[in-house]
């Protein structure tokens, strides 16, 4: 049963059955939000429209781990080191080599996703926990590289400052004009991640996900593809590096720590493994939930004075890890699931059955 058209609508044709977007509504429907997202910085104040630029950088983030681990069954706790080296490599080059954002960022995205492959390497042999470890080890190397690499290159300690990016004479230097800038690469992230999982590879993805011994046995090589998962993911945190580099206009080992990691693990389970607007659903409602805890910060810390400055970091730990367990619990496929129920009922809608 097809629940992206409504009910009484049928396919004829192999390319209607294919489409992503397959009826007039929808089409209307993603207009009016790209019309939508293209009129926000005119109506949302900086504040606002910085929490939706984040957002727009942990969308191309999430959906390299989505494809690594929701579609090919392999856990990476090293995204956002490869989203370090992304950002390490854009700064050095935009600030070193003064090349352009269009150049810095694919190079960035191709690093990360060579490195991404190392890191890889063992996922032929290991996998659960082991390939955990294997992928955490991501992090520690990282920081011991960039505090290793010459101070007048990486800057070590003290970070790096990146010179804002900018097209013709137009400077991306402000949250509005960073918006459009991260939209675009927001957009073309969900567009290939969608796309990639549609193809002969994505579906081998699928397989070994599924069962990988019986991927192997129908020809599915599993080295190949077990590699080429890790380049994609790490490629995509590559990229989603580099636009936060451009984004803060300077980076820092600090900014790069394990935990985020672990949150974007969180988005997956939020969202909905396996699930492209899955994990655009984890990113947002985590995001802002992350949010709505730190404006209630002021309240905490009248309430448990004895904890000083950190109440808030704790208390957006703390729920975050609640939120994780319910969701485990009471909704283990994520706000993806309902939104499946939610098209399964505007398709029978008004019948129940």
Request: hydrophobic share 55%; with cysteine; net charge positive.
């Amino acid at each position: 049963m097809d629940l992206s058209v409504p009910c009484g609508k049928f396919h004829t044709r192999y390319r209607q059955d294919k489409a992503v977007i397959r009826s007039r509504s929808q089409w209307g429907l993603l207009i009016g939000f790209l019309v939508f997202m293209l009129v926000l910085p005119m109506f949302v104040n900086n504040a606002w429209l910085s929490v939706v630029n984040k957002i727009g950088i942990w969308v191309v983030a999430i959906m390299g781990l989505n494809i690594l681990t929701g579609y090919c069954g392999l856990i990476s706790m090293g995204q956002f080191a490869f989203m370090g080296i992304g950002a390490y490599t854009c700064g050095i080059l935009a600030a070193s080599a003064h090349m352009p954002f269009w150049l810095t960022i694919p190079c960035a995205g191709l690093v990360a996703g060579l490195v991404g492959i190392i890191f890889g390497l063992p996922a032929v042999r290991i996998k659960g926990f082991y390939l955990v470890m294997a992928t955490i080890s991501a992090h520690y190397i990282f920081n011991f590289a960039i505090l290793h690499l010459p101070r007048e290159l990486a800057g070590r300690e003290t970070g790096l400052s990146v010179p804002a990016a900018s097209l013709g004479g137009f400077v991306f230097n402000s949250e509005p004009r960073m918006f459009y800038f991260i939209l675009f690469f927001a957009v073309l992230a969900v567009f290939l991640g969608k796309n990639i999982i549609r193809t002969k590879t994505g579906r081998a993805f699928v397989a070994i996900r599924d069962n990988d011994l019986a991927a192997q046995s129908i020809g599915v090589n599993l080295f190949g593809y077990k590699l080429i998962a890790f380049f994609i993911c790490s490629a995509f945190a590559g990229v989603a590096g580099a636009v936060w580099a451009y984004y803060v206009r300077y980076i820092g080992i600090e900014q790069f720590q394990l935990w985020y990691s672990v949150w974007l693990i969180g988005m997956l389970i939020v969202g909905g493994m396996g699930s492209i607007v899955g994990g655009i659903f984890g990113v947002i409602f985590l995001k802002f939930f992350e949010e709505m805890v730190t404006v209630a910060g002021p309240l905490l810390d009248r309430l448990f004075p004895e904890m000083g400055g950190g109440i808030v970091f704790s208390a957006v730990n703390v729920m975050f890890g609640l939120v994780i367990m319910l969701f485990l619990i009471f909704e283990p496929k994520g706000l993806a699931h309902r939104w499946e129920l939610f098209k399964a009922y505007y398709r029978l809608f008004p019948y129940k059955y």
